[in-house]
């Protein structure tokens, strides 16, 4: 479920604290979603160099990569 989704379903409800159960269904959904990892090769395709020669440094843009596989 998308975040638009979800706060259309609060919308819809009849609920005391809007907002607090906007935020109980995003954790659900988060917990529900299956995470999505990245291979050797996709991290070095991402760094442009072997796996064994990326330096924390290029972690940002791992990290990047990661978030946009996962949303």
């Known amino acids: 479920m998308n975040i638009e989704e979800i706060f ?7 609920c005391k604290d809007p907002l607090h159960r906007f935020a109980e269904l995003v954790r659900q959904d988060e ?5 999505v990892g ?3 090769e996709e991290i070095a395709q991402v760094v442009g160099s072997p796996i064994d020669e990326v330096y924390l440094a290029d972690f940002h843009r ?3 990569k990661l ?4 949303t």
């Open 38 to 40: 990245l291979t050797d």
């Open 62 to 64: 791992v990290i990047e």
């Open 8 to 14: 259309q379903q609060v919308m819809n409800e009849n």
């Open 67 to 70: 978030r946009s596989k996962n």
């Open 31 to 35: 917990r529900e979603r299956e995470w």
